[in-house]
T-cell receptor, first 112, second 112 residues
């Protein structure tokens, strides 16, 4: 009965590879988000989708591309991975844009 | 632009002692305020929120926070902490746009 789930939980890969992280929520929420947590635990929003439409796009390299096939899913694809992409990526969802956000367990990405 | 400052990066306390984790924000518009907790190697969980109404909000596990508009603060307090409260605590602010801005986090370490 996980509300917001992410796969995989851990992802170890080489520089230059392309990888995807999947996120699904079963809360019926309209809005979904991707956050990046760096090694100092600082959290920063990357993207937000509302009903499959992109509404927030922070200054993220265009190697990062979110895709929302339906309002319950928001995937993150990363091209040409770099060392600096190593972080924990969190997916979240909310009923409306300003309501509380429910977070997934995170995906720890390590780029070697 | 909105911002959040958590004034203490680390707060060590003894079990059963009171604790206050400080949070100040800046915003030119009405805000919604949140405290999230992150236990080691886990995702973020909502602890409590202020959307409107009473400025004092409480969580189910004994934490409380008071929204102070004049001082632009939303400090988190607990009168008696437990070992199990050891975690990272994040203060966050958003407006109707939905972009959640996090503070730098405060590591609460409860010692026996």
């Amino acid at each position: 009965d996980t509300a917001v789930s992410q796969t995989p939980k851990y992802l170890v890969t080489q520089m230059g590879n392309d990888k995807s992280i999947k996120c699904e929520q079963n809360l019926g929420h309209d809005t979904m988000y991707w956050y990046k947590q760096d090694s100092k635990k600082f959290l920063k929003i990357m993207f937000s989708y509302n009903n499959k439409e992109l509404i927030i796009n922070e200054t993220v390299p265009n190697r990062f591309s979110p895709k929302s096939p339906d309002k319950a899913h928001l995937n993150l694809h990363i091209n040409s991975l770099e060392l600096g992409d190593s972080a924990v990526y969190f997916c979240a969802s909310s009923e409306q844009a300003y309501n509380e956000q429910f977070f997934g367990p995170g995906t720890r990405l390590t780029v070697l | 632009a909105q911002s959040v400052t958590q004034l203490d990066s680390q707060v060590p306390v003894f079990e059963e002692a009171p604790v206050e984790l400080r949070c100040n924000y800046s915003s030119s518009v009405s805000v919604y305020l949140f405290w999230y907790v992150q236990y080691p190697n886990q995702g973020l969980q909502l602890l409590l929120k202020y959307l409107s109404g009473s400025t004092l909000v409480e969580s189910i596990n004994g934490f409380e926070a008071e929204f102070n508009k004049s001082q632009t603060s939303f400090h988190l307090r607990k009168p008696s902490v437990h070992i199990s409260d050891t975690a990272e605590y994040f203060c966050a602010v958003t407006n109707q746009g939905g972009k959640l801005i996090f503070g730098q986090g405060t590591e609460l370490s409860v010692k026996p």
